[in-house]
């Protein structure tokens, strides 16, 4: 019976350092090779977000171009460009109000201001026509016309005192912002 107990007590021993050899061996093993797995992997799924970045960016790149020329047109800052702000707006408002029955009734010479490095041109532009007509003008000046900025905008109700009929004027300032070093190139 004696034997029995010892044998007994021999296999437990020897299954509880079975156990722990084997708790060894697997975190041995995983250290090894499992975990230089799991790594291996991160580093793929990284390359592989790096790569879908690199494709994409030469759509970003010319998104960024335009959103700049847009800025930069925006503040009025024609890098190396001498242009006139009212030809522009001429142009620009000749074609739109032809497609949209409104009038131009005056544009004004430009005002030019030319102070500490810098040239100010405002431009101002008086058209006639329904409000709708005249609210989606302004809306087009604002959105893509990049020449100049508006400043202002009103709108006046006259009346022809010789056919008592009303008509609606919108009157807008749009100015334009120069570098004059920019201007010299």
Do not use: W
Request: a positive charge; charged letters at 30%; glycine letters at 4%.
């Amino acid at each position: 019976m004696k034997d029995r107990n010892r044998h007994s007590k021999d296999y437990k021993k020897q299954t509880i350092f079975l156990l722990v050899v084997i708790v060894l061996l697997y975190v041995l093993s995983f250290r090894m090779a499992v975990k230089e797995t799991f790594t291996i992997r991160d580093k793929g799924k990284d390359l592989i977000s790096r790569i879908e970045k690199l494709e994409d960016a030469p759509r970003r790149i010319a998104y960024l171009e335009k959103s700049l020329d847009q800025l930069s047109n925006l503040l009025g800052q024609f890098y190396g460009q001498s242009t006139d702000i009212q030809r522009d707006i001429l142009n620009d408002l000749t074609n739109y109000c032809q497609r949209n029955r409104l009038i131009i009734r005056e544009v004004p010479s430009t005002h030019v201001v030319e102070k500490m490095g810098y040239r100010l041109e405002t431009c101002q532009v008086i058209v006639e026509g329904r409000f709708i007509g005249l609210l989606k003008l302004l809306h087009h000046l604002e959105t893509e016309f990049y020449a100049g900025q508006i400043i202002s905008a009103s709108f006046i109700r006259k009346t022809d005192l010789k056919t008592k009929r009303n008509y609606l004027l919108l009157k807008v300032f749009i100015q334009n912002i120069k570098l004059l070093q920019d201007e010299k190139k």
